[in-house]
Nanobody
């Protein structure tokens, strides 16, 4: 199973970016999908989570500004980021909890980081 994340870049404060992450490979089903971020010198933190039933949860720091969504048919998760602030600068990582067969256990998979830089 591979997760490919893309959509990062450089944006001015107040701007917007949309991150996407596509899961591919031997996938039977996907449970939750999430976005995490890690700024230099800081621990990785969860940004947003979406369940298989599309229930969502957000870190307090991004509530009202970020929106997570998923396309189950394409095994894809998106993160729409609006009103970006310099404090949002970090490498963003997608995560998916995947089962590869009907009888297998659930496994965590990670995508490579995509850099988001918010600066004027």
């Amino acid at each position: 199973v591979q997760l490919q994340a893309f959509g990062g870049g450089l944006v001015q404060p107040g701007g917007s970016l949309r991150l996407s992450c596509a899961a591919s490979g031997s996938i039977f089903s996907i449970n939750s999908m999430s976005w995490y971020r890690q700024a230099p010198g800081k621990q990785r933190e969860v940004v947003a989570v979406i369940t298989s039933g599309s229930d969502t949860n957000y870190a307090d720091s991004v509530k009202g500004r970020f929106t997570i969504s998923r396309d189950n048919a394409r095994n894809t998760v998106h993160l729409q980021m609006n009103s970006l602030e310099p404090e949002d600068t970090a490498a963003y990582y997608c995560n998916a909890v995947v089962r590869t067969t009907m009888s297998s256990r659930w496994y965590n998979y990670w995508g490579q980081g995509t850099q988001v830089t918010v600066s004027s």
